[in-house]
């Protein structure tokens, strides 16, 4: 199975590992070949080719649209490029993966939808990159729920917290311009949570309350970019900030329940802090990302005087993936639910089986950041508390 890379930057990295191991640790049917990779800048997209044993470097997307050999195009790009691409790839005939969040629009969100739905019914599959689905703590999470263990859920807290922008010095890259990344840390990091709540739970969140902020409103321009990170351009030239710092929801399920959502980049000492706590009638779940291997699970018919969190280490071969990689108790990382996905992918096109997350997923999640946004912008919802002049 060829496939085909578009961007190469810190997604571009992740997803180049993932398909690497894809085919040594999971022997999908089909076997996963990094043909091509493509990127504006020939020289970085060449670098990773030579990392990681791209056969081809196009510096055109199109271009690596339309080779015969590329039969999956993996979209790892900022978000303003998404549509374009993905609705070209599709109807060329190829499957596509899309980073998330989907889009930067509902509108591009449900284009990128109808095509994969006219793709679908000629064979062609198509799946959405909310990696930490693929997460074995987070997979066995949702097969709890399944299995009832939770009951009716009442309250679902959930959490995505990062610092890397607490330096109001730290530069203006793509993920703070609103033309090019849609939102900020609402859509580049609560887009995970607001996911996650779909696939652990199987419900949908059926409307929110919002409020956004935007912290540091000026920073200084980027120059070279390295993953997170970045240098200032020389000259001290500075830009706006266009979108959001941190975004706060409340939030109604549709089975009844209530969620509390937090998004921000401004959690000092909270690196990739990925919180999700499920509170039902029957017992209750909570995972913290930065200690990814373990799910705390509760099951409030045990006798009260033993009652509590069970700290479940999930590195079972019998959790979700673990079998494919190393004895009990030796864990995994960030970079392996980028090797769950692509095995997952190519397995589900080699079965001619539908994928998840489906872009009516990310189109799912699109709807809900459309409506954080609409709320936080909707001031008339808010009750302001008047405060003595002076106050702080
Ligand atoms: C930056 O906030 C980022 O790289 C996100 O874009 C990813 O989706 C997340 O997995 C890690 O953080």
Request: glycine share 16%; charged share 35%.
């Given at each position: 199975m060829g496939i085909g890379m578009v961007g190469y930057a810190f997604m571009g990295l992740a997803h180049s590992q993932g398909w690497r191991n894809a085919r040594s640790f999971f022997d999908p049917a089909l076997s996963p070949e990094l043909v091509a990779i493509a990127g504006r800048d020939g020289a970085a997209a060449a670098e990773m080719a030579r990392r990681f044993d791209w056969q081809h470097v196009e510096t055109d997307w199109r271009a690596l649209v339309a080779r015969p050999d590329v039969e999956v195009v993996d979209i790892c790009t900022p978000g303003d490029t998404h549509a374009e691409i993905a609705i070209a790839a599709l109807d060329a005939g190829k499957h596509v993966l899309c980073e998330k969040p989907l889009a930067n629009t509902v509108d591009e969100a449900r284009r990128m939808a109808d095509a994969a739905e006219r793709a679908r019914a000629r064979g062609v599959r198509s799946m959405v990159g909310f990696t930490y689905r693929r997460v074995p703590a987070i997979a066995f999470a949702r097969q709890l729920v399944q299995e009832g263990r939770v009951g009716e859920i009442r309250h679902v807290r959930a959490q995505y917290l990062q610092d890397w922008l607490v330096d109001p010095e730290s530069p203006l890259t793509w993920r703070l311009e609103k033309e090019r990344a849609g939102s900020g840390a609402l859509g580049d990091i609560g887009a995970h949570i607001i996911d996650l709540t779909h696939f652990v739970t199987g419900e949908r969140i059926t409307g929110v309350s919002a409020t956004m902020e935007t912290f540091v409103k000026e920073r200084p321009v980027a120059g070279s970019v390295k993953g997170l990170s970045a240098s200032a351009q020389e000259g001290g030239e500075r830009g706006q900030v266009t979108v959001d710092d941190a975004a706060v929801f409340l939030a109604r399920l549709s089975g009844g329940g209530l969620g509390t959502f937090e998004a921000t980049r401004?959690?000092?000492?909270?690196?990739n802090s990925i919180r999700l706590e499920i509170n039902g009638s029957r017992g209750s779940l909570a995972f913290d990302f930065e200690d990814m291997n373990v799910l705390h699970v509760h099951d409030a018919s045990v006798d009260a005087r033993e009652s509590g969190f069970t700290k479940v280490v999930v590195t079972e071969p019998t959790h979700p993936y673990v079998e494919h990689w190393w004895p009990a108790g030796h864990g995994l990382g960030y970079e392996h639910g980028f090797t769950h996905q692509a095995a997952d992918l190519v397995d589900a096109i080699a079965r001619g089986v539908d994928p998840s997350p489906s872009f009516a997923d990310g189109l799912a999640v699109q709807e809900v950041l459309a409506a954080v946004e609409s709320s936080a912008a909707n001031a008339s919802a808010w009750t302001p508390i008047d405060l003595p002049a002076g106050t702080q």
């Open positions: 401004f959690a000092t000492g909270r690196k």
